[in-house]
Nanobody, 118 residues
Framework: QVQLIESGGGLVQPGKSLTLSCSFTGGTFGDYTFGWFRQSPGKEREFVGSINWYGDKTDYHDSVKGRFIVSRDKRENRVTLQMNSLKPEDTANYSC???????????WGQGTQVTVSS
């Protein structure tokens, strides 16, 4: 059974950086496209960024383009979300998703909280 475990969340000041990690176990890492999503209280979950199964294509929400970077490490079976120039509006619970092409299999982690505040 695939399991995703996020880590790296915390409290950070505006303008600073934070890196989230998503550890993958229980399956074949290379079979999956990975995405990061976030949700704030009272808001819908929104897409943040993704990286394809091969690792050569990324996609980002407009609000994080140029500030966030998604990458994957096939040796460590891990996906990271590097967040730079953080803003208070980036405050949310961030979750990792793994999905096979076509969406036949999809898995979610439990999330990690990021709070951007001075």
């Amino acid at each position: 059974q695939v399991q995703l475990i996020e880590s790296g969340g915390g409290l950070v000041q505006p303008g600073k950086s934070l890196t989230l990690s998503c550890s993958f176990t229980g399956g074949t890492f290379g079979d999956y496209t990975f995405g990061w999503f976030r949700q704030s209280p009272g808001k819908e979950r929104e897409f943040v960024g993704s990286i394809n199964w091969y690792g050569d294509k990324t996609d980002y929400h407009d609000s994080v383009k140029g500030r966030f970077i998604v990458s994957r490490d096939k040796r460590e079976n891990r996906v990271t979300l590097q967040m730079n120039s953080l803003k208070p509006e980036d405050t949310a619970n961030y979750s990792c998703n793994a999905v096979t092409p076509g969406g036949m299999r999809s898995y979610w982690g439990q999330g990690t909280q990021v709070t951007v505040s001075s």
